[in-house]
């Protein structure tokens, strides 16, 4: 069963900190990954896209990725109240391009 | 440009029921996906159309759903008879490319539709 772990949460950060969230993956053969954002109720949108190894930035955004520990994570500087979402990490199966999702890491930036 | 639209945003029926979920994807895109999500868990594929054809649907949990994209555009999911354990968020999703795929692959979501089965 090839799977893609998150740890569910709440993560609180502090206004203004970096917020750190991470998700592994049991398919060595994933080529692709991605974070999404999901609001309550709303849909999930994509925020960054990772394909090689090492990091990816788009402002305040930093995605991570080690194929060798077969590990991604989201970097959030400057974290603001309006990051506070759940946070969906996702992986692309070997042998298609199915996506695995994990559960999601809820976040909650404190004023 | 409109984006990924469902209905109904939730629907409440009872066990046995049939109810009929639609998806209208954004102009344009070929690949509509189908996904669930069951409280607390993880998004689950269903299936996968790529225009009209069913390109993927190893996800399906049964023959109570029945998913169809006729002419290629939008696309329905109907369950019948529905039974407790259906009940989730239903998300579908459109892509220019496949799912990701490097600078098509971008998944665009709906707001999805939430079935309760009672």
């Known amino acids: 069963q090839k799977e893609v772990e998150q740890n569910s949460g709440p993560l609180s950060v502090p206004e203004g900190a970096i917020a750190s969230l991470n998700c592994t993956y049991s398919d060595r053969g994933s080529q692709s990954f991605f974070w999404y954002r999901q609001y309550s109720g709303k849909s999930p949108e994509l925020i960054m896209s990772i394909y090689s190894n090492g990091d990816q930035e788009d402002g305040r955004f930093t995605a991570q990725l080690n194929k060798a520990s077969q590990y991604v994570s989201l970097l959030i500087r400057d974290s603001q109240p309006s990051d506070s979402a759940t946070y969906l990490c996702?992986?692309?199966?070997?042998?298609?391009?199915?996506?695995?999702w994990g559960a999601g890491t809820k976040l909650i930036i404190k004023p | 440009e409109a984006g990924v639209t469902q209905f109904p945003s939730h629907s409440v029926i009872e066990k046995g029921q049939t109810v009929t979920l639609r998806c209208d994807p954004i102009?344009?895109?070929?690949?509509l996906y189908w996904y669930r999500r069951v409280m607390g868990k993880e998004i689950k594929f269903l299936l996968h159309?790529?225009?009209?054809?069913?390109?993927?649907e190893s996800g399906m949990p049964n023959n109570r759903f029945l998913a169809e994209r006729t002419g290629g555009t939008y696309s329905t999911l109907k369950v019948q008879p529905a039974e407790l354990e259906d009940s989730g968020v239903y998300f579908c999703?459109?892509?220019?490319?496949?799912?990701?795929?490097?600078?098509?692959?971008?998944?665009?979501f709906g707001e999805g539709s939430r079935l309760t089965v009672l």
């Open positions: 159309f790529v225009k009209e054809s069913k390109q993927d």
């Open positions: 999703a459109s892509s220019s490319g496949l799912a990701g795929q490097p600078g098509t692959g971008e998944l665009f």
């Open positions: 996702a992986a692309t199966m070997d042998s298609n391009y199915q996506l695995i």
């Open positions: 102009s344009g895109h070929d690949n």
